[in-house]
Each structure stands twice: as C-alpha cells, then as structure tokens.
C-alpha cells in the first residue's frame, strides 16, 4: 500500500460538492480509478492504493460546485517523501544525507608516489556486474561469467618488463609521506592485535562499540567492548590508530563503557599500518547509470561508493596489485562518494591506486592510452597533498572535500517515493 498526496489545488477554495479526483499509473494508457473519498472537502488531497511502492499518478482533479461541474485537469502526483531528513530527488525517489564527524588517526601528512617493478605486471582486468570478491583472485587468463576481459598492451595496461613507470598502477600509486618530501614514510603504526587482556571490576554489563582505546604512545584506535559479571570479557579492534609501540598497555575510559568500573588492560601484542583512506567526491548532473572504477593496491583494499562496499580484496593476495582491477559500480543522480581504503603494513612498500572511468567496459577496453578516456579522477592528482588519515563507521563514506581537519562521514538513503513511513 502507498499514500498518495496532492498538497495544493489552485484555487484552493473548496468547491460546493468538493473536488473529483481519478487517476490512472503515470505513463500508462489504462482507465482511471476512483479513489475512495472522491469527492475531496479538505486540502490536501490524501488517499491510498495497493499499487507497488514508488508508483507515481497522473491525477484528473473535477471541482464539483453542484449544478456545474469544471472540466477535468491533469496533473503528475508529486514524489511524496515521508519520514524525516527524505526529499524528493529527480530521479523520482527520495534521497536523505546523514552526516557525522570523521575519525582522525593521522593528522596533516603528504601523500607521495609509490611504485614498484611488480605492479600491474600481469596486466589488466575489467569485471562485468555481479562479479564477487573471489573474483579479483582469479589468475590471469581465466574464463570467468563475471570477466569482461582482460588487457596487456604495453605500457597503458600492463607493466610487463617490469619497470617503475609502466602499468596502471605505478602511474598512480601513492602512499603516506610524513614530511612532505617526497618520500615514502609510514605514518605511524596502528594496533594490529591485543593480548594478556585484565578484565577488571565494577563496570557496566552490556556491549559498547566503536569506544576510543587509552593509553599508549599512539592515538585513534578504537575497539568494541562487552562487559559481563562487571569484567571486560572481550575486545575487538574496530580502528588500528597510529604511532602505537609493541607491547604498550592500552585500557578504556569507564566513562565510554558504562560509567563504572576499574582494572582493564590489554598489551599490544603486533602491529599493523595504518588505515588510509582516499575520497573523491562526484556530482552527477545526469541520471543514475553505471561508471567504472579501476584499483590496485599493497596491501589489500576495500572500495565504498555512498556508503556501500562494492568490492573487498583482502585475502586475495598477489592479484592485488600483480593485476589492475576494473570494476562497475552503479552511481546515483546529484552527490556521490567514492572511496578507497587500503590498509599498510607498517613498511614503506605500500601503494594504493584508484582511478573513476566515466565509460562502458568496451570503451576501456579498446583504449591505448588514457587520453582515449573520461577519467573523473585519478590518485595521482593528490600526489604532494596534504590529508589526514580518518576513518568512517560501516555504511557511510569519507568526504573529504572540506580540507584537512574539516572531514565527515556520509550516510546516503535512498527510498521510493510515496512510501508511508
């Protein structure tokens, strides 16, 4: 069932016997129905249909003044967007923005070139849609229902003789420089495990997520906590932070955990890189369609458009940056949020790269060079930046385009219009 809501009529004087209202699906060449209260007294003009949620109308509004009717007009019922925070979009469904403070666990460093003789030397790979994570693992040269193809030229899609220039991925690899000289720097090392766990005493039964570690000589790592019989039980890392050292103790302000309590501690038992990642903000003045967005990395990567996570390669392995992956990713009409996060491994052989392809795989595919391309935007452009590492929650996505020290976290809702909650 939807609602469906006429908000204004012009004029708006009630007619004697009220307003006579039919409507038919918008587009269609089908009769009209009579609403149940047709005719209307009282503005606005609400009834209901068990039509799909989303479906809009075309209306044919009669003023009733008794002995005289008016002819019918026409009108589109308009996207109604119950529920706070909705507004209607133009691509007739309706859209809500949620945003919140992003988590910095690295502050104001550059982010320089990264390179290496072994990225992207096993070529280039686009993927059609409804291809999965396992899918990035494929070797080279498997048939696959979700492979579109796969390219080799020299040196615009592989980096076959192994040199530092060639491929994809030595052209737009970048990686933390904390000087901003140019070279490659680990920005500081985030909490990769803990051990030797004191549960303590006095604290608040329940489970508190995403609570700030404390203690250390680094900062931003974060953890969810679940307190029973008054003792910490178990932790589990959410955010690794930065400039952490083995063997450090860390504990949690009883403030974040319930109010009460004393006596937590755990040891850090290893280490990890830090969480880095990279943000591009797109707005699409056309309608919804789909990109695609081309990623290697070393480490592993996670990519995230408007809160959602399209791909994940941790686990994959040497695929990760032996090859250039190309994926589809479907993107909405206005604001858009593409991410890339990647994950070092306290060293400074790390390299993330991403590029956003407004074209079809046939497209890419038959390019030589990356003039042949619409590319909205490419790592390499923020070689010798300055950013922050931060982090975002699941389901939303880093904006980063309000400059260091001012990112934020975006959340994208989408929901049919005319749906009743």
């Not at 009834?47 to 509004?61: K, M, N, R, S």
């Not at 409804?130 to 020299?154: A, Q």
Request: negative net charge; proline residues 5%; contains cysteine.
């Amino acid at each position: 069932m939807i609602q469906v809501t006429i908000p204004s009529l012009t004029p708006a004087t009630v007619p004697t016997d009220g307003w006579k209202v039919r409507y038919r699906k918008k587009g269609s060449l089908g009769g009209y129905t009579i609403p149940t209260g047709s005719p209307f007294t009282a503005l606005p003009i609400i009834f209901t249909t068990l039509d799909a949620i989303g479906t809009l109308y075309e209306v044919q509004v009669a003023r009733d003044c008794g002995a005289i009717e008016s002819v019918y007009f026409t009108m589109t019922t308009p996207c109604n967007c119950a529920g706070a925070g909705f507004t209607p979009t133009t691509e007739e469904n309706c859209r809500k923005t949620t945003t919140i403070p992003a988590l910095v666990t690295s502050s104001d460093f550059c982010l320089a070139a990264s390179k290496h003789t072994s990225y992207t030397q096993f070529g280039s790979r686009i993927y059609k849609p409804g291809f999965t994570n396992s899918t990035l693992g494929l070797s080279p040269g498997t048939s696959d229902t979700f492979i579109f193809g796969e390219m080799s030229l020299y040196p615009q899609w592989s980096n076959s003789l192994m040199t530092l220039d060639s491929g994809p991925m030595n052209r737009e690899g970048v990686y933390t420089d904390t000087d901003c000289l140019g070279g490659l720097d680990d920005v500081g090392s985030g909490i990769a495990s803990l051990d030797n766990q004191v549960g303590g005493s006095g604290y608040t039964d329940g489970s508190y997520v995403n609570k700030p570690l404390q203690g250390g000589m680094g900062s931003g790592a974060t953890a969810t906590f679940v307190v029973t019989g008054g003792s910490i039980i178990s932790i589990s890392l959410v955010n690794p932070g930065s400039g952490y050292v083995l063997h450090e103790l860390v504990t949690v302000n009883a403030s974040d955990v319930g109010g009460t309590g004393s006596g937590f501690n755990a040891r850090i038992a290893s280490l990890a890189g830090t969480s880095l990642t990279l943000s591009f903000m797109y707005n699409n003045t056309g309608g919804a369609r789909t990109i695609h967005i081309g990623a290697g990395v070393d480490n592993y990567f996670k990519l995230v458009v408007n809160g959602v996570v399209v791909a994940d390669s941790n686990g994959v392995g040497g695929p990760q940056f032996y090859m250039w992956h190309i994926m589809p990713v479907n993107i909405i009409g206005g604001i858009n949020y593409i991410n890339i996060i990647t994950t070092g491994d306290t060293s400074i052989s790390n390299s993330v790269a991403m590029v956003v392809y407004d074209n079809t795989a046939a497209q890419i595919s038959a390019a030589t060079d990356d003039d042949d391309l619409n590319i909205l935007f490419k790592t390499s452009d923020l070689r010798g930046d300055h950013m922050d590492a931060a982090t975002c929650p699941d389901g939303y996505s880093l904006d980063a385009s309000g400059g260091v020290g001012s990112y934020t976290c975006v959340r994208i809702d989408i929901k049919p219009c005319n749906t009743l909650v």
